[in-house]
């Protein structure tokens, strides 16, 4: 129940901030993101698929997102390992040349990882929680740690007209268990600006 704890007080720390800024006249919804089909690699050879899904609001420049970030590695010899992030970000967004845009945010995250198999952690338990005993599958190694990371992302956009924009999405994922990196395609769905 711990655990859960941490997911319960980042919700409702960003509930909080975004009330606040709704106060403001200015602040808005801006777009919603996907990123179908990513890859990521993790500091201990941990390479796999990635999806993410973000809402992002905007005040002037300033960029405000929620994002859900899931990845999953399988490694037949070893098992597999897989995350799911919950993420609030915040940055700004830039034009660098005309026509592409470009969106640079830092966040808060709440992580959980798994693995099945080879225990790709080991050494690490004493910095993490660990699933109790009870919840673990018997002859294999199962790891669930919950933590907070600290998410780095850098979008480059196209805008192909007036409500979709496509490009590349990147970025950094610090953490105590596995700093990772990802990236991948990114489409976006814009609200119409006038």
Do not use: C
Request: proline fraction near 4%.
């Amino acid at each position: 129940m711990k655990t859960y704890s941490n997911y319960l007080v980042l919700l409702f720390l960003m509930a909080f901030t975004f009330g606040l800024a709704q106060e403001d006249q200015r602040f808005q919804y801006d777009s919603f993101s996907i990123q179908p089909l990513g890859l990521y690699k993790g500091q201990l050879n941990q390479e796999g698929l990635s999806g993410r899904v973000d809402l992002n609001f905007r005040t002037g420049k300033k960029r405000i997102s929620l994002a859900v970030h899931a990845g999953s590695e399988l490694n037949i010899l070893s098992g597999s390992g897989e995350f799911l992030s919950f993420e609030g970000l915040y940055g700004y967004n830039f034009k660098p040349i005309p026509r592409v845009e470009l969106d640079l945010q830092i966040g808060v995250s709440a992580i959980r990882f798994q693995s099945n198999g080879t225990d790709v952690f080991a050494g690490l338990n004493t910095f993490f929680v660990q699933a109790p005993k009870s919840a673990q599958v018997s002859n294999a190694s199962l790891v669930d740690k919950y933590l907070l990371g600290v998410p780095l992302l850098v979008k480059i956009r196209i805008p192909t007209g007036p409500r979709f924009s496509l490009g590349l999405q990147g970025g950094y994922h610090f953490n105590k268990l596995v700093n990772f990196a990802h990236w991948g395609i990114v489409l976006q769905w814009n609200k119409r600006r006038e």
